[in-house]
Antibody, heavy 121, light 107 residues
Framework: EVQLVESGGGLVQPGGSLRLSCVAS????????SDWVRQAPGKGLEWIGR??????????EYAASVEGRFTISRDDSKNSLYLQMDSLKTEDTAMYYC????????????WGQGTLVTVSS | AIEMTQSPSSLSASVGDRVTITCRSS??????LGWYQQKPGKAPNFLMY???SLQSGVSSRFSGSGSGTDFTLTINNLQPEDFATYYC?????????FGGGTKLEIK
């Protein structure tokens, strides 16, 4: 069974930092690109970034709203994806999902259940 | 950034109905489009890609079409489990962008 399990969410003050993790199982995580997507309360989905796989040098892409503040990384030996979030703002409050290409090569074919980040003083 | 416009933003329908959701991109994206279903309090679920390539395990009542700038998701013979919010996603170019969503409600 394919699973993506996020962790690391919580309450943080504006200007603070948080690191989210996502552990994959049930498929060959290292083969695939992975993304982070967030959803503010009552709002739609917002893509925030992608990491490519080793053959593509683990390069990353970011949305403008998080560029320079958020960093995506991965550790294929641990089947894990990470999102380092710095200089957090109240508008970063959202449910954060990790997602990966699936074995058919479709983007965001697999999703985690999400982890909630609340930025508030 | 490519803007994805979904319509309608909400839709009321009855069990057994056929509904169509439209997604339009602000520039051509070939067939680099995915459809996702999200139920309240749950993570999104991937339905199909490339306008029409259905994910394994997804009901054949779902179908898609389109290429370029205009795409549709059609659900035939609506079932109670289909009432959800649907999103399109373009992954033709960065930043990736989602449509605003279409909330499908029971009439």
């Amino acid at each position: 069974e394919v699973q993506l399990v996020e962790s690391g969410g919580g309450l943080v003050q504006p200007g603070g930092s948080l690191r989210l993790s996502c552990v994959a199982s049930g498929f060959t995580f290292s083969d695939h690109y992975s993304d982070w997507v967030r959803q503010a309360p009552g709002k739609g989905l917002e893509w925030i970034g992608r990491t490519r796989n080793k053959p593509n040098s683990y390069t990353t892409e970011y949305a403008a709203s998080v560029e320079g503040r958020f960093t995506i990384s991965r550790d294929d030996s641990k089947n894990s994806l990470y999102l380092q979030m710095d200089s957090l703002k109240t508008e970063d409050t959202a449910m954060y999902y990790c997602a990966s290409y699936d074995t058919n090569g479709y983007p965001m074919g697999y999703w985690g259940q999400g982890t909630l980040v609340t930025v508030s003083s | 950034a490519i803007e994805m416009t979904q319509s309608p933003s909400s839709l009321s329908a009855s069990v057994g109905d056929r509904v169509t959701i439209t997604c339009r991109s602000s520039q051509g994206i070939r067939n680099n489009l995915g459809w996702y279903q999200q139920k309240p309090g749950k993570a999104p679920n991937f339905l199909m890609y490339g306008g029409s390539s259905l994910q394994s395990g997804v009901s054949s009542r779902f179908s898609g079409s389109g290429s370029g700038t205009d795409f549709t998701l059609t659900i035939n013979n609506l079932q109670p489990e289909d009432f959800a919010t649907y999103y399109c996603l373009q992954d033709h170019s960065f930043p990736l962008t989602f449509g605003g969503g279409t909330k499908l409600e029971i009439k």
